[in-house]
């Protein structure tokens, strides 16, 4: 169900329900106003990684390569 889906992806991206999860699995919220658990206060301030993403795939075979020769399981 399509529509019902939708709704529910955008009620569970509410700042409020974002505060929510936050807080019961120390995770960080994806909502800029969502507070945040106080483990994860504690930790200082949230600064985002500016990495892109598309590197990570395209540098993958290399890597799987050296951690196969690096004997890393």
């Not at 990684?49 to 890597?63: E, F, P, V």
């Amino acid at each position: 169900n399509k529509e019902n889906a939708i709704r529910l992806l955008e009620y569970m991206a509410t700042p409020e329900v974002q505060s929510l999860y936050a807080e019961a699995n120390a995770e960080f919220p994806v909502h800029a106003d969502a507070g945040q658990s106080e483990l994860l206060k504690s930790w200082g301030a949230w600064k985002q990684d500016t990495l892109d993403l598309q590197k990570l795939g395209a540098n993958n075979s290399a890597a799987v390569e050296i951690f196969d020769r690096a004997g890393w399981n």
